[in-house]
């Protein structure tokens, strides 16, 4: 195909399907032989309405959103969100649990609105960073507002799921960079929230996903309106003119979703990709993962290499072979593969075929 021998591992934005690719190309120009560009419709025409309505459905369907949480496709990024949460939600106290460098600006965000008690939950083990283990977090049944956490850590490469029971309800979850991986109970949480530009499509739309009584909650100082989440729910993420191009993108990869076999397909092949991925680098010593086994993500994979000095080496040889945006965030170093939903596991094969072949050419 077009682009088979380009992969791209960026943590964002990163590649979305093919398919989608193609379908949104042909109809950038021409929706439904309509003569129009999917990019002018009028966000309340009837073309548009149903766009937007359909990717709410198909949304609902994949990750199971019951009836009484509202879905909203908000303008800015997850970053702004980190505001949003704390200017609706934070009246007494809230508790951020932080595995790494999102979690950390979250809490910053927070704390121009109100009282917050941050914890880090990172730690070391035999070396390797992990997630420290549930007796030693702050006690979750303490009466904050909301506790908030970061399932996967894009940038560390850090991942975690289990939670205390005593939170439940009041969790908001900024799943930027795992949602639509694997299949989640919606009623944890009180929100979730997801940047688009990783698993769902183009950078600048954020979903938000929250329970409809806490739309009720009165916000202790006026929240501008489009941060305002009863707002925004009372007027169908339409308050203004929403970024339509994106909604119409996003909605185009809840199908494709769909049709590949939902999330639950997304999380098997997660699975195999990561941990092909992992295999190979515990096996070969000329690379390592800095995260303990149970912490590891199954979405963004920093490795580094065992002589830092073949990191610029390293990565214009990758690019030459076509595999792109392996470099590290520029606070961890080394190399760093995001492998989203949109990832082929021939992607994967091929980058294990190229650090196979580069270790053994620089040992
Ligand atoms: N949260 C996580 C987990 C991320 O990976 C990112 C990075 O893109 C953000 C938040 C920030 O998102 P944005 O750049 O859309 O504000």
Not at 86 to 101: D, I, P, T
Not at 262 to 269: C, D, H, L
Request: proline share 5%.
């Amino acid at each position: 195909s077009d682009t088979a021998t380009v992969y791209n591992f960026s943590a964002g934005p990163a590649m979305l399907p093919q398919a989608v690719m193609r379908q949104a190309q042909k109809e950038f120009c021409n929706w439904h032989d309509t003569g129009l560009s999917v990019l002018d419709f009028s966000h309340r025409g009837a073309d548009f309405t149903a766009i937007a309505e359909q990717a709410e459905k198909d949304l609902r369907d994949l990750l199971a959103i019951p009836e009484d949480y509202s879905v909203l496709f908000c303008p800015g990024g997850a970053s702004l969100q980190f505001s949003a949460i704390a200017m609706n939600f934070l009246r007494g106290k809230a508790l951020y649990l932080n595995s790494g460098v999102w979690g950390d600006k979250a809490t910053q965000e927070a704390k121009n609105f109100g009282d917050v008690i941050a914890f880090d939950l990172l730690s070391k083990q035999d070396g390797k960073t992990a997630i420290r283990s549930q007796q030693d977090w702050p006690d979750c049944s303490d009466d904050y507002d909301y506790i908030h956490f970061t399932p996967n850590e894009t940038i560390g490469g850090v991942e975690f799921a289990d939670l205390p029971k005593a939170g439940q309800g009041r969790w908001i979850a900024d799943m930027s960079s795992c949602i639509l991986s694997q299949p989640i109970n919606v009623k944890d949480y009180a929100l979730i929230y997801a940047g688009a530009q990783k698993n769902i499509g183009p950078a600048g739309l954020t979903i938000v996903i929250v329970r409809n009584d806490w739309l009720q909650r009165e916000p202790v100082a006026p929240v501008p309106s489009l941060l305002s989440y009863a707002v925004m729910a009372q007027n169908q993420s339409m308050y203004n003119t929403p970024p339509t191009y994106a909604w119409y993108l996003a909605g185009l990869v809840f199908q494709w979703i769909k049709a590949e076999g939902g999330v639950a397909q997304m999380a098997r092949r997660a699975e195999q990709r990561s941990q092909a991925l992992y295999q190979f680098i515990d096996n070969n010593d000329f690379y390592r993962n800095p995260i303990a086994k149970k912490n590891r993500s199954r979405m963004n994979i920093p490795f580094i290499l065992k002589d830092e000095s073949l990191n610029s080496l390293f990565l214009q040889q990758a690019e030459a072979a076509g595999l792109r945006y392996l470099k590290g965030h520029r606070s961890v170093g080394g190399m760093r593969a995001s492998l989203y939903n949109a990832m082929p596991m021939q992607g994967v094969e091929a980058l294990i075929d190229f650090m196979s072949a580069f270790a053994a050419q620089n040992r």
